[in-house]
């Protein structure tokens, strides 16, 4: 390896620690200001958010700030718009740890320290599991994707294994210029093992009822900074008629973003539930090595070895090899929005209501499946939102002509063509919601139906 590569590597990693620590900095603030009852309230809805395809997220950001005429390039722009980007994930991992802790011996240390020391001598000892598994995450999918650094032209190490294949077209030498950044993520995510099983076994204490003002100003203003990129997306829309002849003109590419995100959702719900329904009974390391160290693998070596593996096979050139990328890339993220939906439902009550079906048929359709039902509908909106966004897996692996519309918001992004970006942008964001709401309604006739 080059002088130059090693210090791409450290820049990559450094941009991803910040980005990692920033991000968990003020997510464990943003929890600690709120009550128990206001930050459970909120986390579902910074989720949602966080489920907004990055591109469309940057763009938001960057028309914000062409606004108020601040420059938002470079390093400054893609550490603003990372932090933000993935603080829902934090904060929900946060909050979630929170509510797993006995906040008795918090009181009682107010009580004889200053805030300063009752943080570093109680709070943060026992919060530090939670929060290093939180950071871990934040720094996998970081360091793993380049979709938001190449957004702003800063140049990253995932970018460049990208670019060293798309050159040289040789996956053997693309794997081994890869693999300083494998080894290092590899090696953080098996440092992480401790504190994600310390997160899966910890249990959720009755939920503190108290409420206050300041706990809803931070929630309001906790909330402004992921609403405030989708606002300025939606006033940078061009004339309406200029906006229908490109829906027209897109609506190829819209079709194709359904097909592709179906196809993510079918290939990659089954594997994901199976994971997330072993690490519930089984919390070692095979179960976490399922959920965690796949996202320890770069996106674009995900796509590099689906090509080497298939270049000389029917499959090759298909969408199915991209449902299949987007299956490996997105299984861990999807695996855990089922793990955690399945920890809030309540089993006791479950396992009591089975016990008058007639028999196990009758129990796992009209108990069991049910019970099932928001844990699927919620993976299933998680997989088909980020495939829809994803560039590392789809710029390698989609097929001749058949291009999503990710890929042309991507492509737009790099003539400067803010109007059309928004539009492409608004669009998708559309098939998002539209797929969401789909769902949502299917949720609702199924439980109907089996209830």
């Known amino acids: ?11 990559s990693a450094g941009l991803s620690i910040t980005v990692a620590f920033l991000t968990v900095v003020l997510a464990f603030a943003a929890v600690l200001m709120m009550n128990r009852h206001t930050s459970r309230i909120l ?23 062409d606004r108020i005429g601040i420059p938002f390039y470079g390093i400054f722009g893609t550490i603003w718009v990372s932090v933000f980007y993935f603080f829902p994930l934090c904060f929900a991992l946060v909050g979630f740890g929170l509510e797993t802790l006995d906040r008795t011996e918090w009181d009682a240390a107010d009580l004889v320290l200053s805030p300063f020391p009752r943080l570093r001598a ?17 720094f996998l999918l970081s360091i793993g994707d380049f979709s938001i650094p190449a957004g702003f032209q800063f140049n990253v190490y995932a970018m ?14 693309t794997f081994f210029y890869a693999l300083p950044l494998l080894m ?28 206050s003002s300041r706990g809803r100003i931070y929630a309001a203003v906790t909330l402004a900074l992921v609403v405030v990129p989708i606002a300025s997306l939606f006033f940078n829309l ?44 089984y919390p070692g390391w095979l179960a976490y090595s399922l959920i965690i160290l796949p996202l320890a693998i770069p996106g674009p070596i995900i796509g590099v070895a689906l090509i080497a593996l298939f270049i000389n096979t029917p499959l090759y050139t298909t969408s199915w090899l991209l449902g299949l990328g987007y299956a490996i890339r997105l299984m861990p993220v999807a695996a855990m929005t089922i793990f955690f939906m399945m920890r809030s439902s309540n089993r006791t009550s ?16 009209h108990i069991t499946l049910p019970s099932y039902i928001p844990a699927f509908i919620s993976g299933g909106i998680c997989i088909f939102t980020l495939s829809s966004g994803e560039t590392a897996v789809t710029l390698l692996l989609v097929p001749p002509g058949s291009s999503p519309l990710s890929l042309s918001t991507y492509n737009l992004l790099h003539y400067g063509a803010g109007d059309l970006v928004a539009a492409t942008s608004f669009f998708l964001l559309a098939a998002c919601a539209l797929f969401m709401g789909g769902l949502v309604g299917l949720r609702f006739i199924l439980r109907r139906r089996l209830s």
Request: charged fraction near 15%.
């Open 122 to 138: 109680i709070i943060l000892p026992q919060s530090r599991h939670f929060l290093i598994s939180a950071g871990l995450l934040t």
């Open 184 to 211: 290092l993520l590899l090696c953080v995510a098996a440092l992480g093992f401790s504190s994600f099983r310390l997160l899966v076994l910890s249990q959720i204490l009755p939920l503190d009822e108290r409420k």
């Open 350 to 365: 479950i396992d009591a209501r089975r016990l008058f079906q007639p028999n196990r048929v009758s129990g796992f359709l």
């Open 43 to 65: 986390a579902p809805w910074l989720l949602t958010a966080m489920l907004i395809p990055t591109c469309i997220f940057a763009q938001g950001w960057i028309f914000f700030f």
């Open 1 to 11: 390896m080059t002088g130059r590569t090693w210090l791409l590597l450290a820049r």
């Open 160 to 173: 460049d294994i990208y670019a060293q294949f798309a050159v040289r077209s040789n996956a053997t030498e």
């Open 238 to 281: 061009p004339a309406p008629i200029t906006l229908f002849t490109l829906f027209k003109d897109s609506f190829g590419s819209l079709l194709n973003t359904f097909r592709y995100g179906g196809m993510a959702v079918l290939m990659t719900l089954p594997p994901a539930f199976a994971a997330a329904v072993w690490l519930r009974r």
